[in-house]
């Protein structure tokens, strides 16, 4: 490989190309999944698209053939690539997980942007809830996300059926994260907490893709 290849950019989808010759079932979901995770760290455009070298699709290459051959769970991958990219990072585990969000009602209003009324009428609507009389970060976005929707006429009492979507999502994760639960196995929590995260993001791509297809129907008319 050349210094101007090893040093050229790809996108995503370029990425997924060179993969699929040897990993037919990735998906562009599965690559952003295992940057979530933090495998792999592309570089960002200022316009905000991932910019991936050939060390990137190395190192996807290094965690596919690790899942396929030896079942590895990515702690446990994670871990190797430390030593064979001499990437020294600590695995994150509950000790290092960021600060849990824990608002008070007048902290949520003034950070979400929205008032009273609106945070009751969420709350009416099963849309988010207090713990304890604290709002996590969940509740935020949920706040924050139900203000913008605000500008286009939707309110809380018009989102009951996207709750009910997420639900129905939630039970599709839970039938498929249950068996390994079953086994009681060692690190099954931990596999299966993996599983649900990969999953979750596989249905929001999902629905952003139907979404925007029903969209293009309704446009076209």
Known sequence: MTAQAARSHMSIGEVLA??????P??????????????????????SGFRKFTHLHVEQLRYILTEQRDHYLPLRVIKDKMAEDFGRPRAVPDAGSAEPEVRLSRAELLEQAG????????????????????????????????????????????????????????????????????RRRAPGAIGEADEAARELSALLLDLHAALLRDGVRTVLRG
């Open 114 to 181: 929205i008032d009273d009324e609106t945070l009751t009428e969420l709350e009416d609507y099963g849309l988010l809830a207090a713990r304890a009389r604290r709002y996590d970060d969940n509740a935020l976005a949920v706040a924050r996300a139900v203000g913008s929707l605000a500008r286009f006429g939707l309110h809380a009492r018009h989102l009951r059926a996207v709750k009910a979507a997420a639900e129905r999502e939630c039970g599709l994760v839970e039938q498929a994260v249950a068996p390994v639960l």
């Open 18 to 23: 060179l993969l699929r010759v040897e990993f």
């Open 25 to 46: 079932d990735v998906t562009i979901s599965k690559i952003r999944f295992l940057e979530g995770e933090g495998l792999i760290e592309p570089e960002r455009s200022p």
